[in-house]
């Protein structure tokens, strides 16, 4: 069991920043692939960004691309999503997923999810 804890979330303005976290207990964390989702009201959950389990590449969906980074600390059995320049669209709950198979944005592939952190950006 790998368990996940997100924070960092918070009510930011148009063209802020927020940095996310989520750090892992239990299993080794080099061992997985790590994936930031997100869910706005009334719309289904969607792939943000995800990395390697060396962290040495990265895949975004387009709407963050230029924009948000993620990035990972294995020391630490953390990862990060660094945002910037954020966008009222840009407000949902992020959660953090690990997963032992692949990296990308197939959900199915997460085993382990957090609860996550909300985000909220005002206009």
């Known amino acids: 069991q790998v368990q996940l804890v997100e924070s960092g979330g918070g009510l930011v303005q148009t063209g802020g920043s927020l940095r996310l976290s989520c750090t892992a207990s239990?299993?080794?964390?080099?061992?997985?692939?790590m994936g930031w989702f997100r869910r706005a009201p009334g719309k289904w959950r969607e792939f943000v960004a995800s990395i390697t389990w060396s962290g040495g590449s990265t895949y975004y969906t387009d709407s963050v691309k230029g924009r948000f980074t993620i990035s990972r600390d294995n020391a630490k059995s953390t990862v990060y999503l660094q945002m910037s320049s954020l966008k009222p669209e840009d407000t949902a709950v992020y959660h953090c997923?690990?997963?032992?198979?692949?990296?990308?944005?197939?959900?199915?592939?997460?085993?382990?999810w957090g609860q996550g952190t909300q985000v909220t950006v005002s206009s």
């Open positions: 239990g299993r080794t964390f080099s061992n997985y692939a």
């Open positions: 997923a690990a997963s032992p198979f692949r990296v990308g944005a197939d959900q199915r592939a997460y085993d382990y």
